[in-house]
Each structure stands twice: as C-alpha cells, then as structure tokens.
C-alpha cells in the first residue's frame, strides 16, 4: 500500500481520505506553528491583522493558519522593525501559523506604480511614493525575517485576461527562473516552507509546463497562480482541473486569490487543498453577511425589526447565545451598520467562522464518503432552483462526476 504521509522539514503532510467521485482529499497539515485540517480557508490579515477584530477573537473562530502580505510590511513596519520584535507571529501576537503572499500579487494590484524587469519589481511605494525594488532575493529575505510558516516564491503576475501571449510566455518562464533565485535565497529551510507558484494564464499547455518545470525544484507545496483576475468562472475551473491533474498526491495544493464560497467547493472537488481572499471580511465591512442562503445586506431596512441571528443554527461567537455566545440579533447589526464599526467587527467574525466552518464541513463530508450529496445540499440551500445553478459550477462538477441536475 502506498504511503499517506510525506514530510519535509518544517512540514507533514498525511492524506486522510479521498473522494471516490470527485478530487477532493482530506488531509492534516503539520506546520511549525501546529497542524492545520485540509481542505481549509485562511483569512487576509494583510497588515498583520484582520481589520476589525483581535487576534483572540480569530483564534475563537477556529483559524490556525492566515495570510500575511509580504510587500506591505515590508514597507510598514519595515524590516528592521520586524527583526528586532522576532517576526510577524510576536508583531500581532498570533501563536499560530502565518503564510506570507511574496509581494507579486502587487505586480497586478499596483501595476501603474510598478515597472517589471528581470531583476525584479520597482514599486513606487503607495505611502509616500519612494522607490522599493523587490527581487526574489529580497522576497525571500523579508519573508525570512517576518518568520512565516509557509512563504511564497516572488512570481511574474499578469492578469489572466491579458491578450499577450508572448508576455504570458515571458511572465511564466520567469516565474519558473525566479523560483531557483528563491530557492537559492531562502535562509531558512529547516523552519520555513517555500511553495512555488504555477503560472501560464488561461494557456492549458504553458499551465502543463510550469508544472512540469515546478515540480523538477520538489518544494514542500504547490500554488496554483494568476487566477481571481477577471476570468470567466469557466476558464479559472478547467486551469484548477488541469494543473491538479498532474500534482503529486502527498503536498499541498494552494490556489490563490479565491473565496466565494461556490468557488471553494467546487475548487475542493477538482482537487485543490488551500485558499485564501479578502472577500469575505471586506464584504463585512459593508454590511453584509455570508450565510448558506446566500449574502445578506443587513443594511436593507426589513432587517430593523429582525430579532434572530445573524444566521439561525451558526456557531459562531455573535449567533451563539448562552456561555461564551453574544446572540447578536440582525435588528442590532442594521442599528450599527452605518454609523458605527462594531457592526463590520461582528460581521467580520461571523463571516470568517462560516468560510472555515465551510471548510469543516466539507472536509468531514469527504472523509465519511458524501461529498457528492454534500455539494448537492449546499448548491440547494443557496439558489431556489436548478435552473439558477451557474453553468460554470454545473459544468465543472460534471467533469469531476458530479451531476448537480439530476436527483
């Protein structure tokens, strides 16, 4: 029998279940900072924080892994501020793993403040408009420092639906060059895990090769690249299904920028393990919460006289009643929502305990074999009939076996 466990230095990797229908896998994770359940959400806390809610309260909600950005503290605090405090789990007292994006997501987000070369990426800061030079070896070094569980290879990011192939071509073949300058970089491989990032926009065959190349370098963990940019849904599903097709069973797959709760569960079925995206708290922040039926904008005033929770049945600490539950109502969060900011904290809360409780969710549904029915109840709580189910996510679904029209 082949083996379930594969580990590398600062990390274990032990395959649990698999779904006989679809790709999906269950699996624990083991970082330097404790293990972490696969499938699994991790929240955006870009600055070293969720905006609008503690680090106690993140931890309440479940979450052992988030994502920290790279290209923004090294700006704010800055190197030298995170050297002396020892890293960004002290910075933001966060006992629990952190994953650092490399700085190249800039490289799109930021594109008129940033000029591409071989050498690296010139940003002009979005602070005060001073020059920054961000290389693979500075990456990596700033990622050294702020002390992350998981660090990202420094990559060539174009937006998916750039028509250049040619530059897609470059951006990709880079990515892969890049990767050997990270590799070469990296100080601390015994505590710190460097994943490399699969590139290729839409482009199936150039996705083909960037795995090929990628996998040559055997980094602890694999990202899934590029995507979250515009595409259609249909093309962000057939390049996830592509590139999983050819991932070894035994790592970690990441793909990046996604968080709609539709895209995770059919990402988890064409086989991904990881994601990560602002959505779900910055869609907090303007008043609406994410539910199994769908977002809710409790600005909308039928909710003043609303006394339930947020979500009737979440587990959440504002939905909770009782020993440790606030029983926050939806009259209250309308009351609050565009005057004061307790009412993104709370929804900030409670939006992030659904994405991870999603992820529980599915995770357990794959280990007891009804993933399938499992995809079919979620689909049906949120949309009043087939007929409104997206084509992509029908579409995807039958490719991994999954017939969402039928039964």
């Avoid at 939905?319 to 440790?324: D, I, L, N, P, V």
Wanted: proline residues 5%; glycine residues 8%.
């Amino acid at each position: 029998m082949a083996s379930s466990v594969l580990s590398s230095p600062a990390l274990t990797f032990e395959l649990v279940a698999r779904c006989s229908t679809t790709r999906a896998r269950a699996a624990n994770l083991t970082l330097p900072h404790g293990a972490v359940q696969l499938p699994m959400f991790m929240p955006v806390a870009t600055q070293a924080s969720l905006k609008g809610i503690t680090p106690q309260q993140l931890e309440e909600t479940g979450c052992r892994l988030c994502l920290n950005n790279t290209y923004h503290l090294g700006l704010k605090p800055g190197q030298q501020v995170l050297d002396a405090v020892g890293g960004a789990h002290k910075l933001q007292g966060w006992n629990h793993n952190i994953l650092t994006d490399s700085g190249g997501f800039q490289m799109v987000s930021l594109l008129k403040l940033a000029e591409i070369t071989e050498q690296g990426v010139r940003f002009l800061s979005p602070h005060d408009g001073s020059p920054m030079l961000l290389t693979p070896e500075h990456s990596i070094s700033l990622q050294n420092t702020i002390g992350s569980d998981i660090i990202m290879q420094l990559d060539d990011v174009l937006v998916t639906t750039s028509p250049d192939t040619d530059r897609m071509r470059q951006a990709m073949e880079r990515s892969v060059r890049w990767l050997d300058r990270c590799i070469a970089a990296h100080r601390n491989p015994d505590s710190q895990n460097l994943f490399c990032i699969i590139q290729g926009g839409l482009d199936l065959d150039m996705r083909r090769e960037c795995v090929k190349e990628m996998l040559a370098r055997d980094t602890p963990g694999i990202a899934i690249g590029g995507l979250s940019g515009g595409e259609a849904k249909a093309d962000y599903c057939r390049v996830v299904e592509t590139c999983t097709a050819l991932l070894p069973d035994l790592k970690p797959r990441y793909v990046m920028g996604i968080g709609y709760p539709e895209d995770l569960v059919v990402s988890v079925a064409l086989g991904a393990d990881m994601f990560d995206c602002v959505w779900p708290t910055r869609t907090a922040r303007f008043g609406n919460a994410v539910t199994k039926q769908g977002v809710l904008n409790l600005r909308n005033r039928k909710y003043a006289n609303d006394f339930g929770p947020i979500e009737p049945g979440c587990g959440c600490m504002c939905c909770r009643t009782g020993e440790g539950g606030m029983g926050i109502t939806r009259a209250f969060v309308n009351h609050n929502v565009s005057k004061e900011t307790v009412a993104a904290h709370l929804l900030t809360i409670h939006n992030v305990w659904y994405q991870l409780n999603l992820m529980r969710e599915v995770r357990q549904s794959i280990i007891e074999e009804r993933f399938p029915a499992y995809i079919r109840d979620f689909f049906r709580g949120l949309y009043a009939s087939k007929t409104e189910y997206p084509d992509w996510a029908v579409e995807a679904l039958r490719a991994v076996g999954v017939d969402l029209m039928s039964g």
